[in-house]
């Protein structure tokens, strides 16, 4: 039963990574053609764009950082390591959809862009990193108990959304 937990729970995080790298090759064709002086034509697909980060995202790192994170910290530590790696790249990710947010809301397609070459490559490997070091480690070190307390916290966090 537990073993299904933890398969869910990590399947679940996964499954919202492939989502966001879909949109996000999306927004990198969409950015590719774009053209500075037709906002029309791009803004309305990255004012959407922004708000599934806004919604769903924000909800994917409340699962990591509420659920996940405080049951491996007892493992690997918060202040240093991991966690920490990961909470430090949710902060620069939200500063960098802040300031994207920011750049669409004024149609300046040249900052969307800047912004965007660090946005990126950063989220991306950040997905990387936790589908291919962080959520391994996590299956092997957490407990039934643990795995069961993340899955209800997860299914917690997904109902409040």
Do not use: C
Not at 17 to 36: C, F, I, K, P, Y
């Amino acid at each position: 039963m537990t073993n299904q937990i933890k398969v869910r729970a990590t399947e679940e995080l996964r499954q919202e990574h492939q989502s966001v790298l879909q949109l996000l090759n999306e927004m990198n064709r969409v950015l590719g053609s774009a053209d500075t002086s037709d906002a029309v034509a791009w803004k309305p697909f990255f004012e959407n764009a922004l708000e599934f980060f806004k919604r769903d995202v924000a909800t994917h790192f409340k699962k990591e950082e509420d659920a996940l994170f405080p049951a491996l910290e007892k493992y690997v530590g918060r202040e240093s390591g991991p966690i920490a790696v990961m909470l430090n790249e949710h902060q620069q990710h939200n500063s960098l959809l802040k300031e994207l947010r920011e750049s669409v809301a004024a149609s300046d397609l040249t900052r969307v862009r800047s912004v965007w070459e660090n946005f990126n490559p950063q989220l991306t490997m950040h997905i990387v990193k936790e589908d291919s070091v962080l959520f391994p480690m996590a299956e092997h070190m957490l407990t039934e108990e643990e795995w069961s307390r993340v899955g209800q916290q997860m299914e917690e966090i997904n109902k409040a959304q």
